[in-house]
Each structure stands twice: as structure tokens, then as C-alpha cells.
């Protein structure tokens, strides 16, 4: 439902403002099952998907439980020169790790293994913390930032590209690793899709709406409470700083787009993955690749060229446009601005499919066979410019585009971070 202009009906003394644009609004009585939005630029501010902490804590202990079967048992076997090989998702990342690729292995390892297990051991902290009285601040603080950081959905797609990739050298067959790593999949995702943080500060946390004038209230981009800051500046729920705009938010975000954008030349130009097929050097790079793959499945060729091609450059496109807009003093627009950003926050996890993929065809594809599989000097060059895509986004503090458009001047959003 949406949420009516709290200019338009109510006092100065009962309101929350929008994280994303910072409109003032009333929030209505919202039902378990109803989501609430932004009048202004469409943001969701109330997410009707909850489950309680017990169901939570049932999900992650059964992710606890598959990860040892996910991460270690065969996902994918091949039959080659009469010898069996499994391949699994850590003898990957230690592949990489022992070709002396650690920066890479240690991006694979994270979005793989460490962010899916600091999920889990949230959750229970949380569930533990809630019992016995401890401070929960920093781990409802850390899973609104970790929730677009576990890709084990990616990965799983990439199983589906290494397998079509290998098909036209071995036979193939699925492990029973890939069963484990697939209910631990629909686990994290059903854990995302019902993980309302928002909901377990006003659980763990509960507070009353501030009474104050309309311009002395700020809202906290790590809790979502509008509030006024405490005599140290902080949000009196989660004790963040609360600054009026995120500090240097423009700068950091230029800088990681530069970077991003330095690095994606390398990662293009440069070998990423190397074949050698009964001692002949073969080394693609991402588009000699998609143009390989797009020769047995087009359908997949597709999905890669979307994820390792499209959606970093696309990325890199809107941001700067959206940092020219808010530079150029551009108003018109600003919903479409806003959706575009949403659109890429939601996409930028995917370039990691190419890596994933490389990760899995490294223990697929033993060296010590005639055919042999290693990565190329583009995957860190590649993997690099993802994560900076990411940090860009996050960032970016969308409520500068409307700062720009309600005062008419572009050094507003240069303002002191009092």
C-alpha cells in the first residue's frame, strides 16, 4: 500500500523519513502481510515477509548441517582415459589457491563459503543472544550488508555452464554433493527471502516514534529509524554515526567506478581461462569464450555474456550517469534514476558467475590428463572490477539525487556530514 504525504495531513511531531529519497511520511498500520512504500520515490519501507527467529534458527541449522556435504562431497564427476574425477566446490578454491591465485580464491571462498556461514552464525547469535540477554547491535547491523554477498544461486548456475563446457571432452555425471548444495541453496534463498532485519530491530529494539521538529530528524541507513542524534551523534537504536548524507559518498564512488572501470580492460583483453587439449595451448578470453559456448548452447552463451559482459559495463554506465545527473544538477526523471539503481544493486552480484565457473572447471579438469584446465591473468583483474561494481553501489547515497532536485544546487550533496 502506499504511504500518503505526511506534508499534506499531519503535524511536525509524528513522522519517519524514506532512506532512499528522505521524504517525510506517515506509516499507517501495517499488517504482517502488507508491505508499505514510498510516496515519492516507490522505496519499500515496510517489508510484510517475516518469520520468527525459531524458524530462522530451524533454517540455519539445517544449512549448518548440509554445508559440510555441500562444500566438501563431489558435485560433478567426469569419466576420461578410463580415470574418474570429482570435482567439488573447496577442491576449486584450493586449486586456485595452490596455482598461487589466493586474491581470487579468497573472492570465490567468501561469497561461497564465509558469507552463507556467517549467515548461519548470525542467525543462531541472534536466537542465543535474544535468550541470554546480549548486545545484538552489531549482527542485525552486519546482515543488512551480507544478504547480497552469499551467491551460492550463482554458483549453482555456474554448475550448469561448467557442465555444458566439459560435455564436449568427457562424460559427465552429477555427485550426490550437488543434492546437498542444492537443498542448501533453497535454504539460503527461502532465509534471504523471509530474513526481515528491519522487523527484528523493532522486535530486539523497540522504540517510539520522536517527537521533534521535522528538520532536526535524520534516519539511520543502518537501522531505518528516523531519529534525532544523541549527544555523540549517533542513532539512538543502533549507535551508528548519523550523518545528514553519507560522508564522501560521491568521491568513494567515482573512486571505485574509476578503478572498476581500469580493471575491466585487462579483464577483457587478457586471457581467462586456459585449455590444454592433448598438449595444444588454447586461452580464451571472456567474449572468445561466450563465442565458443554460444557453438553447443546459445542459451547458456547468453546467460554468461549477460552476467560477465552486460551487467559490469551496464553497472559502470548507470552509476556514472547518475553521479553526472547529480553533478549536472539534472531533476527530471528521478523515479526512473531510482529504479535503475535498484535495478543494478539487485543484477551486480551475477558477474561473479564467470569465476565460479572457473573455480569448478579447475577440479574438474585435471592437469595431470591430457586434458587440463587453468585460470587465466584476467580472473583477478575481473573479479576485482565485480567487487568494486559492488562497494560503488553501496556507496552511492541515492537521497543525493533528490537533494540536487529540491535545492537547485549541485554542491548541496557536498554538504558537511554533521
Known sequence: MKIKNVRQILPSTCYQRCPECDELYLLPPVTARQNAYCPR???????????????????????????????????????????????????????????GNTITAGMVMFCLIGAPLILVCAIAYLWLGNILGMNLRPVLLMLNRLKEWVMLDIYLVGIGVASIKVSDYAFITPGYGLIAFSALVILSLLTLIHLNVEQLWRRFYPRRRCQANASQLRVCLGCHFTTVPDDRGRCSRCHSPLPVRRPL??????????????????????????????????????????????????????????????????????????????????????????????????????????????????????????????????????????????????????????????????????????
Not at 70 to 91: C, H, K, N, V
Not at 367 to 384: E, Q
Request: positive net charge.
Open 41 to 99: 520515490c516507490d522505496a519499500r519501507v515496510r517489508n510484510g515477509r517475516d518469520w520468527s527467529l525459531t524458524r530462522l534458527g530451524a533454517m540455519a541449522i539445517a544449512m549448518l548441517l548440509l554445508m559440510p556435504v555441500a562444500f566438501t562431497e563431489p558435485l560433478l564427476s567426469i569419466y576420461m582415459l578410463g580415470s574418474r574425477i570429482d570435482a567439488s566446490l573447496w577442491q576449486g578454491i584450493w586449486q586456485m589457491a595452490i596455482e
Open 249 to 418: 559518498s560521491l568521491q568513494k564512488t567515482w573512486a571505485a567506478l574509476i578503478a572498476s572501470f581500469i580493471f575491466l580492460l585487462p579483464a577483457n583483453l587478457l586471457p581467462i581461462s586456459i585449455l590444454y587439449v592433448n598438449g595444444t595451448r588454447q586461452e580464451d578470453t571472456i567474449i572468445s569464450g561466450i563465442i565458443t559456448l554460444a557453438n553447443t548452447n546459445i542459451a547458456i552463451a547468453a546467460i554468461v555474456f549477460v552476467a560477465s559482459i552486460l551487467v559490469p559495463f551496464t553497472k559502470i554506465i548507470v552509476l556514472v550517469t547518475l553521479l553526472l545527473s547529480i553533478h549536472l544538477n539534472c531533476g527530471p526523471g528521478l523515479k526512473t534514476r531510482m529504479k535503475l539503481l535498484r535495478f543494478v544493486t539487485w543484477i551486480g552480484r551475477w558477474s561473479m558467475l564467470d569465476l565460479f565457473v572457473i573455480a569448478l572447471m579447475m577440479s574438474l579438469i585435471n592437469r595431470d590428463l591430457l586434458l587440463a584446465f587453468t585460470m587465466g591473468p584476467a580472473a583477478v583483474y575481473f573479479g576485482a572490477a565485480v567487487i568494486l561494481t559492488l562497494l560503488a553501489v553501496e556507496w552511492l547515497d541515492s537521497r543525493l539525487l533528490w537533494d540536487v532536485h529540491a535545492s537547485g544546487n549541485p554542491r548541496f550533496c557536498e554538504r558537511s556530514t554533521d
